[in-house]
T-cell receptor, first 111, second 114 residues
Framework: GNSVTQMEGPVTLSEEAFLTINCTYT??????LFWYVQYPGEGLQLLLK?????DKGSNKGFEATYRKETTSFHLEKGSVQVSDSAVYFC??????????FGKGTRLSVIA | DAGITQSPRHKVTETGTPVTLRCHQT?????MYWYRQDPGHGLRLIHY???????DKGEVSDGYSVSRSKTEDFLLTLESATSSQTSVYFC?????????????FGQGTRLTVV
């Protein structure tokens, strides 16, 4: 079946540090890949997505590249801010089944 | 923001009592989903609906039932609540899933079973 594995948290970084959150997947067919973000006390919202191999999704300074050869979709940001503190979820969609999520990675950014 | 309202937002209930959570949408999306969020488990799908009166089970459906009698409402019922069902429950909606489909989430319902 489809599954997503993302790095365990929590991740604590200083402001302006470089961020990488690893995500790998297992899927049948050719999935679409997503990163969702959950700010404290809120529901999830879409951060970025990529629908085919070598696509790069980007939003708010975050980027992720769909790597079919390594079945990965790692999230990166060059300089994090305190306001980026949140829980980040990698997810995939393949076929007509609902989204499958990873376990989430909590990021804390300190000033 | 997508028009999704979950009610109640918080609830404390006793073991063995029935509980119903409501998800209401104003977007006319065909698909609706119930997830639960627990530390160390991320989001796990409970049930989903692909149309009025059309539902299917997810990964963790035991102890839960759902109903969808109108496009805009999707109800999640715990027939006899247990402490293991203490969780944060999220409703989500989407168009017919495709490679570009985005899911929109409600703000969650925190349920405590004592």
């Amino acid at each position: 079946g489809n599954s997503v594995t993302q790095m365990e948290g929590p991740v604590t970084l200083s402001e302006e540090a470089f961020l990488t959150i690893n995500c790998t997947y297992t899927a049948t067919g050719y999935p679409s890949l997503f990163w969702y973000v959950q700010y404290p006390g809120e529901g999830l919202q879409l951060l970025l997505k990529a629908t085919k191999a070598d696509d790069k999704g980007s939003n708010k300074g975050f980027e992720a590249t769909y790597r079919k050869e390594t079945t990965s979709f790692h999230l990166e940001k060059g300089s994090v801010q305190v306001s980026d503190s949140a829980v980040y979820f990698c997810a995939l969609y393949s076929g007509n089944t609902p989204l499958v999520f990873g376990k989430g990675t909590r990021l804390s950014v300190i000033a | 923001d997508a028009g999704i309202t979950q009610s109640p937002r918080h609830k404390v209930t006793e073991t063995g009592t029935p509980v119903t959570l409501r998800c209401h949408q104003t977007e006319n999306h065909r698909y609706m989903y119930w997830y639960r969020q627990d530390p160390g488990h991320g989001l796990r799908l409970i049930h989903y609906s692909y149309g009025v009166k059309d539902t299917d089970k997810g990964e963790v459906s035991d102890g839960y039932s759902v109903s969808r009698s109108k496009t805009e409402d999707f109800l999640l019922t715990l027939e006899s609540a247990t402490s293991s069902q203490t969780s944060v429950y999220f409703c989500a909606i989407s168009d017919v899933p495709s490679l570009n489909t985005e899911a929109f989430f409600g703000q969650g319902t925190r349920l405590t079973v004592v």
